[in-house]
């Protein structure tokens, strides 16, 4: 509902159009500045890597005052056959804001895309990441959530393989202090016919306090007999004994 709300009220877009066998040297960074407050936007960006091109992306998001607003952005990447594309992208949006985030992912025959995403900032936040993976495609899918206080922050993902030969790779942390609250739920479905499928997944967690609390939900939906897939999760607090040494030493 949240992306069809971003195109109800779409007026423009950062379009990139990466062309057939380019690579980019640069990396393309776009920044989204919260400038006003109580006030919603709408941010829409779509990324279009041809056939075997390459292209590093970065989406930021950051605000010039601490105040309450609403963010809806949207980002779609499309990545043709053989094409790379590495994604950072980094919420650092006000301690009162509200963001509310979906990227949609297509990956082409032996595409490779990489994600790094990291939330740092508003009060409640939720990152809903959807990857389709077509013969052959990889994907490596990294996050970090680092909140504290009161905040919330929540991530989705979704590592479809539709196709066979498709490898996959996903490490998710949450550390969170004071009464925060960090939720992942990442869901990897191997569709029927996905043979010599390679999955695996990572969730881990670390709490700095007592009233810290992290909901987390690896899944793994396998409809093939031919794939190599594995997933876990751990939820801990800092060790006496490290924190000990590591003070002891500066």
Same mark, same amino acid.
């Given at each position: ?12 877009? $950062? ?47 950051? $605000? ?187």
């Amino acid at each position: 509902v949240f992306a069809a709300l971003n195109t109800a009220f779409l007026h423009d877009a $950062a379009v990139i159009v990466v062309a057939r066998n380019v690579a980019l040297a640069a990396p393309v960074h776009l920044l989204f500045i919260a400038t006003q407050t109580e006030v919603a936007s709408y941010p829409r960006c779509l990324v279009v890597a041809e056939s075997g091109s390459s292209v590093t992306l970065i989406e930021d998001y950051v $605000a010039l005052q601490d105040a309450a607003y609403f963010i809806n952005p949207v980002t779609e990447i499309a990545l043709a056959d053989q094409a790379r594309v590495n994604h950072i992208r980094v919420q650092r949006d006000s301690g009162k804001a509200f963001h509310i985030a979906n990227c949609a992912v297509s990956l082409g025959y032996s595409s490779n895309y990489q994600s790094v995403s990291v939330a740092l900032g508003a009060q409640i936040s939720r990152y809903n990441l959807n990857l389709l993976l077509a013969e052959g495609a990889e994907c490596k899918v990294d996050g970090l959530a680092l909140i504290a206080d009161s905040q919330l922050a929540d991530t989705h993902t979704l590592i479809d393989h539709a196709r066979q030969h498709g490898v996959s790779r996903q490490l998710h942390k949450c550390i969170v202090g004071g009464s925060a609250h960090a939720v992942f739920n990442g869901q990897i479905m191997v569709r029927q016919g996905a043979q010599k499928t390679d999955s695996n997944q990572s969730s881990r967690n670390l709490l700095l306090t007592g009233k810290a609390h992290v909901d987390t939900k690896p899944q793994l939906e396998i409809f093939a007999d031919d794939v190599k897939c594995a997933h876990g999760a751990t939820v801990g607090q800092l060790d006496n004994e490290e924190v000990f040494y590591l003070k002891s030493r500066g």
